[in-house]
Each structure stands twice: as structure tokens, then as C-alpha cells.
T-cell receptor, first 111, second 117 residues
Framework: NAGVTQTPKFQVLKTGQSMTLQCAQD?????MSWYRQDPGMGLRLIHY???????DQGEVPNGYNVSRSTTEDFPLRLLSAAPSQTSVYFC??????????FGSGTRLTVV | AQSVAQPEDQVNVAEGNPLTVKCTYS??????LFWYVQYPNRGLQFLLK??????LVKGSYGFEAEFNKSQTSFHLKKPSALVSDSALYFC???????????????FGQGTTLQVKP
């Protein structure tokens, strides 16, 4: 039981490049979310999903896309990276949304 | 809009002293409240939650939290702080709308707890 696995752990992108942050969970959780963490801003919700095939926008969705084709995977796509997207990204999952399990994070730098 | 506020950016306490990390909330309906801890370069770890029932909730690592409906607060407490408790603490509330549970967790800005020997 690996929990929530995020890859990569670190990434440097050039402005305008695209990439996908991977998130996988093996707990059969229906609820999954992506957050970004910036100093002094706490965690802000980017996108979330309440089950396979269902996604919705959070607080800061611009510049990011998600899809949920399976229960296990919830990838986050950066369409055209910008320096403002430099952040630490966390994926989280929950069985019933009463308690979320977080991944260890992806530290992204856009130059 | 539903929200959570953590009024203190940092809390400093001496080892062995009691600690309190403050959290206030604004929600419609019954609140579902959570505390998470983040150690350096790590993801968030669940500490405790309030769903219903007793106002004093006990969680991991000796932490507890007191739910106060009249003051809309959910302060995190520990009777005797340890240096190893030094970390970033987040309060969160689960969003609920007229349609029910959205599954979204809304976080406060976080409070850095520094416990000095």
C-alpha cells in the first residue's frame, strides 16, 4: 500500500513548456485534489474530482488542466508554464472527504 | 464563502509549556474541521478532525482541539510542547453547499510553531 504517489519530486521548466504532474493512489479513494503551496498563502485548491470522469475547478484553476479517467490516477497538466506557476504542488485523496491523505509533493520551478 | 483563518503566522513556545494554535472558521451549516501538520520538505499529515459530538477532539502525537460553536473557533492545543512539534500547522474546513458535500477542503494560511528547548 503506497498511499498517494507523486512524480516527479522536482522539475525545472522553461517558460512556455508544458508538462504533466502525475498523481496515483492505491487506496480506492473517490475524492482527489490538487493544491499548490506558496509562502504565506497556505494551500490553494487547483482542481478536484469526486470520482472517475468527474472533475471541477478549485480556487486557482487557470493554466492547469486535469482529467480523471480512472479511480487511481489524477494527472495535472500545465499547458504553457509561467514563472507564476513556480510552487510546490500536492496531490491528495480521500475515501469520504472526511480525511485526506497527501502525497509528498512536486517542487516546480519555472524559469 | 466558506473560509478558515489562522490569525498567527508564528507561535513560539518553550518546551514543556502548553501550546495553542488558533483557528476560526466561517461556514454555512455544520462545520467539518481538520488540523494538519507539515514537517519541512514533507507532505501534510492528518492530526485530527471534528465532525460531530464532543467539543474536545483528541488526535495524533498528543494534540487535541477544542470546537467552540459560539466563537466559531477550532483551536489546536497540546498540554506540554516538544521541540519535535516544531512544524507548520494548517487548519481546514470541508466545504458544504446546499447540494451537500463538495469534497473540497479549504485551508487556512498556516501557522509556524517554534518550540524552543
Amino acid at each position: 500500500n503506497a498511499g498517494v504517489t507523486q512524480t516527479p519530486k522536482f522539475q525545472v521548466l522553461k517558460t512556455g513548456q508544458s508538462m504533466t504532474l502525475q498523481c496515483a493512489q492505491d487506496m480506492n479513494h473517490e475524492y482527489m485534489s490538487w493544491y499548490r503551496q506558496d509562502p504565506g498563502m497556505g494551500l490553494r485548491l487547483i482542481h478536484y474530482s469526486v470520482g472517475a470522469g468527474i472533475t471541477d475547478q478549485g480556487e486557482v484553476p487557470n493554466g492547469y488542466n486535469v482529467s480523471r479517467s480512472t479511480t487511481e490516477d489524477f494527472p495535472l497538466r500545465l499547458l504553457s508554464a509561467a514563472p507564476s506557476q513556480t510552487s510546490v504542488y500536492f496531490c491528495a485523496s480521500s475515501y469520504d472527504s472526511y480525511g485526506y491523505t497527501f502525497g509528498s509533493g512536486t517542487r516546480l520551478t519555472v524559469v | 464563502a466558506q473560509s478558515v483563518a489562522q490569525p498567527e503566522d508564528q507561535v513560539n513556545v518553550a518546551e514543556g509549556n502548553p501550546l495553542t494554535v488558533k483557528c476560526t472558521y466561517s461556514v454555512s451549516g455544520n462545520p467539518y474541521l481538520f488540523w494538519y501538520v507539515q514537517y519541512p520538505n514533507r507532505g501534510l499529515q492528518f492530526l485530527l478532525k471534528y465532525i460531530t459530538g464532543d467539543n474536545l477532539v483528541k488526535g495524533s502525537y498528543g494534540f487535541e482541539a477544542e470546537f467552540n460553536k459560539s466563537q466559531t473557533s477550532f483551536h489546536l492545543k497540546k498540554p506540554s510542547a516538544l521541540v519535535s512539534d516544531s512544524a507548520l500547522y494548517f487548519c481546514a474546513v470541508r466545504e458544504t453547499t446546499r447540494s451537500g458535500n463538495t469534497g473540497k477542503l479549504i485551508f487556512g494560511q498556516g501557522t509556524t510553531l517554534q518550540v524552543k528547548p
